[in-house]
């Protein structure tokens, strides 16, 4: 994770490169990620709520910039604002909210401010945008940190829709001279020069998922293992899990594997994903339970796998992208729908933190 946040803060230069650590850090732990980001030379960090912005802050200081995507809920400025965060504002009525705290406060309070350009999610409109620059007391009252917009199509490099975006950008950025822009997510880092502007958004990037065909430099940085609970043989004709969708066609050697889907293993891998074991895919057979799923170990010598032992989920074998193509989703929805039972750690130059035996997600 770390090397990536570096070769990606190399790719962008001199263009900045924060983090977007949103959902626990992807559903890694953010309190694992957070820090490891920050020894990284991190010190811009992007959130979705208040909620995330304040347990991160414990994690990196106040003297990192936190900022918080979906801005401003009513009544939250002045936790907001006490805290020293960085809301970005979406809307002409959080725009209101934050600049009335701002005179009560009577003191111009930080802030970035989306411009929809496209998507049609988050944001001001271009129109909306220029006739807030044009305010008068609008300096006074906000210190703009960033002037940001969001790819819709940022993964398809060859979409027209990029270029347009851009141009929409930087007529509205007109009107805000001296205010760092940014347009790049993790997609836009690798769509050239032109969508770097002053700081590039990282987010599933930093963890190895490549956003784009080009970014296969990226270096995985998760990996997952269960442990193997029971291994049994059944006999030709035997049902196996909720259903008994699958059936032994002969003799066949089953693993019972202690991840199912209240661990955010999609149910849909049923009869179609697979775990691996020594460099051998084992494939899941029947259906995944909430605990536990099953699969087929007959591919693997007796003496090769134990109860107890553990086998690999994500890793070296099988990467997040190829768990979500064959759970039909993407890799963002594998990662944050990673249950809170998978102990979590960080390993940093070949050293392990926070991992109580030494074997966990």
């Not at 304040?54 to 006490?82: F, H, K, M, T, Y």
């Not at 880092?189 to 599933?204: E, K, N, P, S």
């Not at 049902?239 to 699958?246: A, I």
Request: glycine fraction near 10%.
């Amino acid at each position: 994770m770390t090397a990536n946040f570096r070769d990606l803060a190399r790719r962008v230069a001199p263009a900045m490169c924060g983090a977007v650590i949103k959902a626990d850090g992807y559903g890694l732990g953010a309190a694992n990620v957070a820090p490891a980001l920050l020894h990284a030379g991190c010190c811009s960090f992007f959130v979705a709520r208040l909620s995330e912005a304040e347990e991160l802050q414990g994690r990196v200081g106040r003297d990192c910039a936190i900022l918080i995507l979906n801005g401003l809920d009513p009544g939250s400025e002045a936790a907001c604002c006490d805290a020293g965060f960085v809301p970005v504002l979406n809307s002409p009525a959080q725009l209101a909210a934050w600049r009335a705290h701002a005179r009560s406060a009577a003191r111009p309070l930080p802030a970035a401010l989306q411009v929809d350009t496209g998507m049609s999610r988050l944001g001001l409109t271009p129109e909306t945008a220029v006739t807030a620059a044009r305010e008068p007391g609008l300096p006074e009252e906000i210190d703009l940190k960033l002037l940001m917009t969001h790819l819709a199509c940022g993964d398809e490099p060859l979409r027209e829709s990029n270029i347009d975006q851009l141009r929409r950008f930087e007529a509205v950025a007109a009107y805000f001279p001296g205010v760092p822009k940014s347009i790049a997510n993790s997609a836009g880092a690798f769509l050239g020069t032109d969508f770097h502007c002053d700081l590039v958004r990282a987010g599933i990037a930093l963890f190895g998922v490549a956003p784009v065909t080009k970014a296969e430099t990226l270096r995985p940085a998760v990996r997952l293992e269960a442990r193997v609970l029971q291994i049994r043989t059944v006999t030709a004709g035997t049902g196996v899990g909720y259903g008994l969708d699958h059936v032994a066609a002969a003799a066949q050697r089953l693993a019972t594997i202690a991840t199912g889907y209240a661990d955010g293993w999609p149910r849909s891998l049923g009869d179609k994903g697979a775990v691996w074991h020594r460099g051998v895919r084992l494939p899941i057979v029947g259906r995944i339970s909430m605990d536990s799923l099953t699969v087929d170990i007959g591919g693997l010598a007796e003496a090769d796998i134990s109860e107890g032992d553990f086998v690999e989920l994500l890793g070296p074998s099988q990467s997040i992208a190829d768990v979500a193509r064959d759970a039909g989703t993407i890799g963002y929805e594998i990662m944050t729908g990673l249950g809170r039972r998978h102990t979590r750690f960080v390993i940093e130059n070949g050293r392990v933190r926070n991992a109580p035996d030494g074997k966990a997600a």
